[in-house]
């Protein structure tokens, strides 16, 4: 069996506990994954220690040829990095190519590190006074991801975090662990120092001995928001800078005036693609008034028989399989729920089958009507092929669904009403918002984050957000005093003496 080892300076560190990895086409273990110790944190971190300082003194034009060099190579491994992430992660192979390209972008981003690092500076903030502030790295920081996007967001993360100078440990899912090795691998192969850009695979112990470890000073975490938030807190307890992005419900508001077929197009990708197992998918339709309603749901019955699940290498197939049994389950269960608390389930994507693949984790594309706000099927991230219709009455009771919802990530509104968008945007308590755009997910030189209890922590992933959290800023105010004048100023001139300027806080205006 395959052994998806650490990414470590100088070891294997197989041995001890390991977990499975499943193909979930086929519901078989393909793979096991070592769960690393403390031990193995401390090499890491030692590797990381020794080789951090060198990496920062590197001149940041160089650090970001790496980035360039880095680029190159995934680019041209991108049909096998494509093919490994959909055989652990289920989705298909044009969505894993899209987790990777999205990644990737945030590399483009921070191939010009050298710009956004060059910092600020005042000639002549007071007499003879120049102000300058830099941002230096952090030091060592370390990322912990979810399995939903292994190449994406490991390089949210690791790309801006090494530009800036710091070394990176990364702890990847369990899940799906081969393709956030496989980037370290490549990373190595661009020209990155060893002991920049390690992994260590692990589960709850491996996320405990990185919260407490000393030498770590900052942590950015993506998952689910009782893990962010249970992350946050003890991170920031241990005294580090953490932002820990979680869970998502998000909506999509239907206007009377919204083209309806694009709406839908848009609905069945955004609801349904990647089996809703992304933070950014839109699992709430809410349709603002009965006609809408009524019209909406007419329109979206055939588009939804018209998806086709499949294995996630059938290139005609909308979607593949959920991550494991357990998480088929659990969305099973939410739908069961839902049929409880009294939603009608239009369509039911249970115990769906496909052929040839009965042992495979897939789950059908179910529809529930006439959710309603109460709903614990409502309140909570299913995180499936689930699609929720809430109808609202107006305009104004849409604004307060998702702004009153414990989640904040993304939102979407559909109209052609300049007006209404406008006013929506500005009104709506939530992180991201698309207008006319399902997905609202920013590109790299912008920032990604959500509100609520999407995000604990009060910076975003990637653009400016990004390169602040990996940074310190130093600020630095000097006075070079000319040395051919060494007279004595202050009392002969009027002035205060040198003596008493020193127990005064100056004042440069
Ligand atoms: P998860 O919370 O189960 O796991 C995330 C990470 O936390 C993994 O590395 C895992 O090993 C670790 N972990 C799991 N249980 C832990 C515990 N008890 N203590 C310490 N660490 C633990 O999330 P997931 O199922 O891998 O990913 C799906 C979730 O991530 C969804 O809720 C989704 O909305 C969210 N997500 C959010 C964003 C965002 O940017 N807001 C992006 C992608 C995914």
């Keep these: 069996m395959r052994v998806i080892d650490h990414h470590i300076v100088g070891t294997g560190g197989a041995g001890g506990r390991s977990?499975?990895?499943?193909?979930?086409?086929?519901?078989?273990?393909?793979?096991?994954?070592?769960?690393g110790t403390q031990a193995d944190l401390d090499r890491a971190?030692?590797?990381a220690q020794a080789a951090q300082p060198g990496w920062a003194a590197t001149n940041p034009q160089r650090r970001a040829r790496v980035m360039f060099a880095f680029k190159a190579l995934v680019e041209a491994n991108m049909d096998e990095l494509a093919h490994l992430l959909?055989?652990?992660?289920?989705?298909?192979?044009a969505d894993a190519k899209g987790d990777i390209q999205r990644g990737l972008e945030v590399v483009e981003f921070a191939c010009g590190i050298p710009h956004v690092l060059k910092g600020e500076y005042t000639q002549g903030a007071g007499p003879g006074i120049d102000v300058y502030s830099t941002r230096q790295p952090i030091g060592i920081g370390a990322g912990i991801t979810p399995f939903n996007f292994p190449a994406m967001i490991p390089l949210w993360m690791g790309a801006v975090a090494t530009a800036c100078g710091n070394a990176f440990i990364l702890k990847p899912s369990e899940r799906d662990p081969s393709v956030p090795v496989r980037l370290a691998e490549l990373m190595r192969e661009a020209g990155m120092p060893e002991g920049i850009f390690q992994v260590v695979n692990g589960d709850k112990e491996m996320v405990d001995a990185i919260l407490d470890h000393p030498a770590i000073g900052a942590i950015s975490f993506v998952g689910s928001s009782d893990i962010a938030h249970y992350v946050y807190?003890?991170?920031?307890?241990?005294?580090?800078?953490?932002?820990?992005m979680g869970g998502a419900k998000n909506h999509g508001i239907v206007m009377p005036d919204a083209d309806l077929d694009q709406v839908v197009a848009d609905l069945s990708g955004a609801a349904f693609g990647s089996a809703g197992e992304r933070c950014m998918a839109l699992p709430v339709v809410v349709p603002v008034g009965e006609k809408t309603a009524v019209a909406l749901r007419e329109k979206l019955l055939p588009a939804i028989?018209?998806?086709?699940?499949?294995?996630?290498?059938?290139?005609?197939?909308?979607?593949?399989?959920?991550?494991?049994a357990a998480h088929k389950a659990r969305v099973e269960q939410w739908i069961q729920t839902g049929v409880d608390e009294g939603a009608e389930l239009v369509v039911d994507g249970r115990g769906f089958k496909l052929?040839?693949?009965?042992?495979?984790?897939?789950?059908?594309?179910?529809?529930?009507?006439?959710?309603?706000?109460?709903?614990?099927?409502?309140?909570?991230?299913?995180?499936?092929?689930?699609l929720q219709i809430v109808r609202a009455k107006d305009f104004d009771e849409a604004v307060r669904l998702p702004s009153q919802h414990q989640y904040g990530n993304g939102v979407a509104i559909f109209t052609r009403n300049g007006h209404a968008a406008r006013e929506f945007a500005a009104r709506v308590n939530v992180g991201m918002v698309g207008i006319n755009v399902p997905i609202p997910v920013p590109v790299a030189y912008h920032t990604f984050g959500g509100w609520k209890r999407s995000a604990f922590g009060d910076t975003n992933q990637h653009g400016m957000e990004g390169v602040k959290f990996w940074t310190k800023v130093k600020t630095i105010t000097q006075r070079w005093p000319d040395g051919s004048a060494d007279l004595p100023r202050g009392s002969e001139d009027g002035g205060p003496s040198r003596i008493q300027d020193a127990f005064v806080i100056p004042t440069m205006g």
């Design 86 to 93: 959909s055989s652990e992660h289920g989705k298909v192979i």
């Design 355 to 386: 052929q040839g693949h009965e042992d495979g984790f897939f789950v059908g594309p179910s529809l529930f009507d006439h959710v309603t706000p109460d709903m614990q099927s409502y309140k909570e991230e299913i995180f499936g092929p689930v």
């Design 233 to 244: 807190n003890r991170g920031v307890a241990a005294g580090k800078r953490v932002q820990a």
């Design 45 to 47: 971190v030692a590797a």
């Design 305 to 324: 028989e018209a998806l086709r699940v499949g294995v996630s290498t059938d290139a005609e197939a909308h979607y593949g399989p959920v991550i494991n």
């Design 19 to 35: 977990s499975d990895v499943f193909d979930p086409n086929t519901g078989k273990v393909q793979a096991r994954v070592t769960l």
